[in-house]
């Protein structure tokens, strides 16, 4: 028996842990695209079948529910495992602290061993937590962290190190194809407008003409990736021999008070900042360094901020059921 039972396998079959979220849906359009045969495994804990809704009826595509820190198997061939499925936004982990180390520990170790399985290549979903609080700027892969392990980020970003630290011991051991990507902030279309991401956050709240809830003084920085730079990456990443992990972002830097008065002179609005307390171990600073993303996969951002936000507004206006 097999997922796609009944059609012939000339096609390359993805499995994407994860698939009903911002990234694995986005992904999964592109690996559709790419002509591979796509299984989404997701429980929507954070995500949701609307950003999965266009693909019913492909006959390139499964969608199975299903908690990945349960026991994983699918029949069939399968030739790629994309491990995107975690909580990712701070206010999603702060909620949910135990199924996100649950899904970076078991069930990081559940895709792996379905990749054993298969002899599928897998690509770990990765991220810039993984430096922490960084005291190195910008990030460069050879950097190991500053991450407090016992502060409440530290259930994503711990069980985010000990998913690269299973998937590095997999390839080692047991001679799997791997590749981690350490993915930097990415926006776009299909975020949750309610994630408490800053990207949704001041663009909900400048439509709605709430104020834009600036934490700190709003003088730590973040580089933002349009998601479609992001998977591009990404899909280069799948198809290249590289096995260390690989930064994918934008180098662009930009305060989050800049961020603010970008969001603020791009939609009409009354909104104003207001300042709010600083969560606890909130990184002081974030910038990708891509020089290994561009040596080894001759990829580079090509996306420029004004465009992705532009389309990233579009997209919640109408989500709002707001007029352009
Ligand atoms: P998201 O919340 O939209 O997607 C995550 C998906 O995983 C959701 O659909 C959720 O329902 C699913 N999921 C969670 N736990 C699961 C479980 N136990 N079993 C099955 N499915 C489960 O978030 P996203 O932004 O799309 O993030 C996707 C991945 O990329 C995550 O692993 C995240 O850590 C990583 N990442 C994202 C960013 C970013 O800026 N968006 C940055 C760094 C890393
Ligand atoms: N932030 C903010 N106001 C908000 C949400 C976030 O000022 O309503 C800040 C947050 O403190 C952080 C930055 O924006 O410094 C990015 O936060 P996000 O949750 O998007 O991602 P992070 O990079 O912290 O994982």
């Known amino acids: 028996m097999d997922v796609f039972s009944g059609q012939q396998h000339e096609k390359r079959v993805s499995l994407v842990t ?6 694995g849906s986005h992904l999964t359009d592109r690996l559709l695209a790419e002509g591979h045969r796509v299984i989404a495994v997701d429980n929507l804990l954070t995500g949701s079948m609307r950003n999965v809704e266009h693909l019913a009826g492909n006959e390139d595509y499964r969608f199975i529910k299903h908690d990945v820190t349960d026991f994983l198997f699918v029949p069939g061939a399968i030739d790629f495992i994309f491990h995107f499925a975690s ?41 810039s937590e993984v430096y922490g609080d960084p005291l190195v700027h910008p990030q460069k ?3 190991w962290g500053n991450v407090n392990p016992i502060g409440p980020r530290g259930v994503y970003d711990e069980a985010k190190r000990y998913a690269e630290a299973m998937t590095m011991a997999y390839h080692r051991f047991h001679r799997i194809d791997t590749k981690i990507v350490r993915i930097f902030n990415t926006y776009g279309p299909r975020m949750r407008l309610d994630d408490g991401r800053v990207v949704p956050a001041f663009i909900g709240q400048a439509l709605r003409g709430d104020d834009l809830t600036v934490f700190g003084d709003g003088s730590q920085t973040r580089s933002f990736c349009y998601v479609a730079d992001l998977v591009e990456g990404i899909y280069r990443l799948s198809q290249s021999e590289t096995h260390d992990p690989v930064n994918i972002g934008n180098p662009k830097e930009m305060t989050i008070k800049q961020f603010a008065e970008k969001i603020l002179a791009r939609i009409e609005t009354k909104s104003k900042i207001d300042y709010k307390p600083l969560p606890v171990d909130d990184p002081q600073v974030r910038q990708p360094d891509i020089e290994r993303a561009r040596e080894l996969l001759g990829w580079e951002p090509k996306v420029d901020f004004e465009e992705g936000i532009e389309k990233t507004i579009e997209y919640f206006r109408n989500f709002l059921g707001l007029k352009s």
């Open 18 to 23: 994860g698939g009903a979220g911002f990234l």
């Open 87 to 127: 909580p990712a936004s701070p206010i999603d982990y702060l909620e949910y602290p135990i199924p996100t180390l649950k899904v970076g520990g078991l069930g990081t170790h559940n895709a792996l061993g379905l990749a054993k399985e298969k002899g599928a290549t897998f690509l770990l979903a990765s991220t």
């Open 141 to 143: 892969e050879d950097y």
